[in-house]
């Protein structure tokens, strides 16, 4: 099992930058499961953002956030980031970081290990 708790969220102007991290803890080696970010606006579906594989070598991102968001790990400070920059009112939303073993599984949407959320907030 695998705890996760994020942070960096707030309140932010549109066009500014945030960094979210996750640190991870549990009996398992990090570098042994895949990450990921989903987030959740109110009163719409939880979606995916972003996702990383063990080795940081393979990402994958939803359509809305490629070319600003970034996501990347640092597996010696079981850490996983998202850079969001240009960042949009329609950004708003509760960031989840989540964690599997199984990379598809991430990009799936049914990821095993869920955060508890961080709240983004993008004024116009």
């Known amino acids: 099992q695998v705890q996760l708790v994020e942070s960096g969220g707030g309140l932010v102007q549109a066009g500014g930058s945030l960094r979210l991290s996750c640190a991870a803890s549990?009996?398992?080696?990090?570098?042994?499961?895949?990450m990921g970010w989903f987030r959740q606006a109110p009163g719409k579906e939880r979606e995916f953002v972003a996702a990383?594989?063990?080795?940081?070598?393979?990402?994958n991102y939803a359509d809305s956030v490629k070319g600003r968001f970034t996501i990347s790990r640092d597996n010696t400070k079981n850490t996983v980031y998202l850079q969001m920059n240009s960042l949009k009112p329609e950004d708003t939303a509760v960031y989840y970081c989540?964690?599997?073993?199984?990379?598809?599984?991430?990009?799936?949407?049914?990821?095993?290990?869920w955060g508890q959320g961080t709240q983004v907030t993008v004024s116009s």
């Open positions: 989540v964690a599997d073993e199984s990379y598809s599984s991430v990009i799936a949407g049914t990821p095993r290990y």
């Open positions: 549990g009996r398992r080696s990090f570098s042994t499961y895949a």
């Open positions: 990383v594989l063990w080795s940081g070598g393979v990402t």
